[in-house]
């Protein structure tokens, strides 16, 4: 039996950094949203016990499908921590650029955990948070897959319900850069510049930021046209740096100006990836 998840490209309406931690990490505080569309993941179960994924798809270049894969990572892990015998053949459609600021990995990671979870017939009250948690920052809101407030290192949850947000046009567009998070992290300024403002969508567009924007724009300029780009769309509600970059979006007014929009950005500038959805 084939079973298939999708691995839900994430924005981060909001990304407002607050200090450095002892450990390394930031203390952040996010506004996560998903679009309708990501990667996509399939596996069977193998009675061998084997783990083995293929890649193929727009950037399968740019990912190895060796144990160190997340998506690997997180079957072993699984695995080990609920005794399971059986093993998969995974198969991996990436259509995310890598290292660009809207999950990537860490969506392939929870697609994974959601779907070997179906797999291998584990309980449906099993806790996969935690094991999301120990796989990377973004995972466990990946996991999950709809709107949250994340804090901590982004792993803290709660629900983030924004009226008329769900259903909303999605523009995604990335320069062809790839950046690495732990660079832009050093890059930012050190500043506290505020919490999050209340969860409704006209304080968000008004008064929330992403603290990385600056950092990231100073390692890849190409982030400012992407943005500029976006801003002067017809039918615009918002646009912002998603992320550590250098994936921006767009959130637009209707279908008819997303249409619009894709098209128009795809004839000016070919070498952008472009994905048209809308907020889950």
């Known amino acids: 039996m084939m079973l298939t998840e999708t691995a839900y490209a994430k924005i981060n309406l909001a990304l407002h950094v607050r200090a450095r931690r002892a450990d ?21 179960a193998r009675e061998d016990g084997e783990l083995l994924l293929t890649i193929e798809g727009p950037f399968a270049r740019d990912l190895n499908a060796g144990p160190d ?32 600021g809207i999950g990537g990995g860490s969506a392939d990671a929870a697609a994974a955990l959601r779907l070997l979870s179906r797999l291998w017939g584990l309980d449906g009250s099993v806790d996969l948070l935690p094991i999301a948690a120990e796989l990377g920052s973004d995972v466990p809101a990946c996991f999950v897959s709809h709107t949250l407030v994340g804090t901590g290192r982004g792993e803290k949850l709660e629900p983030g319900r924004i009226d008329g947000l769900s259903g909303t046009p999605l523009l995604l567009v990335n320069p062809g850069a790839a950046l690495s998070t732990a ?3 050093a890059g930012w300024d050190q500043q506290d510049r505020g919490a999050l403002p209340a969860l409704n969508l006209s304080d968000i567009l008004s008064h929330a930021r992403n603290d990385l924007q600056s950092p990231a724009m100073a390692l890849v300029p190409q ?3 992407v943005l500029a780009a976006l801003e002067g769309l017809e039918g615009l509600v918002f646009a912002r740096m998603s992320g550590s970059g250098a994936t921006c979006f767009a959130l637009l007014r ?5 249409t619009r929009a894709a098209a128009d950005l795809q004839n000016a500038r070919p070498d952008w990836w472009i994905m048209e959805s809308q907020v889950r």
């Open 24 to 44: 390394g990490f930031h203390q952040i505080e996010s506004l996560f949203a998903f679009a309708e569309h990501g990667d996509v993941l399939s596996a069977s």
């Open 69 to 100: 894969n997340l998506v690997l990572r997180a079957a072993d892990a699984l695995r080990r921590r609920h005794d399971v015998t059986l093993g998969a053949d995974m198969h991996l459609a990436k259509n995310l650029p890598v290292a660009s």
């Open 183 to 185: 660079a832009v992290f």
């Open 223 to 225: 982030i400012a046209d």
């Open 254 to 258: 209707d279908e008819i100006a997303l």
